[in-house]
């Protein structure tokens, strides 16, 4: 799979720290460009992610594209 970001790298799959407003909310797989280091959350990891944001009553603007801030 070629990178989305920069068309030339390869994803690899790889475990990647997530922190959210700093705050560690774990280690997840995802896919890292080798050129261009882009991160790609797989949409399993997206939920785990979401699933920890929320555990810790922290909001994410993942789950909409709302931009009225
Ligand atoms: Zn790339």
Excluded: H
Excluded at 6 to 24: A, H, I, S, T
Excluded at 51 to 68: F, N
């Amino acid at each position: 799979m070629k990178c989305t970001n920069c068309n030339k790298g390869q994803y690899l799959k790889k475990k990647v720290p997530y922190n959210f407003l700093g705050e560690k909310i774990g280690i997840f797989d995802a896919l890292v460009c080798d050129r261009c280091q882009e991160i790609l959350f797989e949409s399993d990891a997206s939920d785990k992610i979401e699933e920890q944001v929320k555990k810790r009553g922290l909001v994410t603007t993942a789950a909409t594209s709302c931009d009225s801030f």
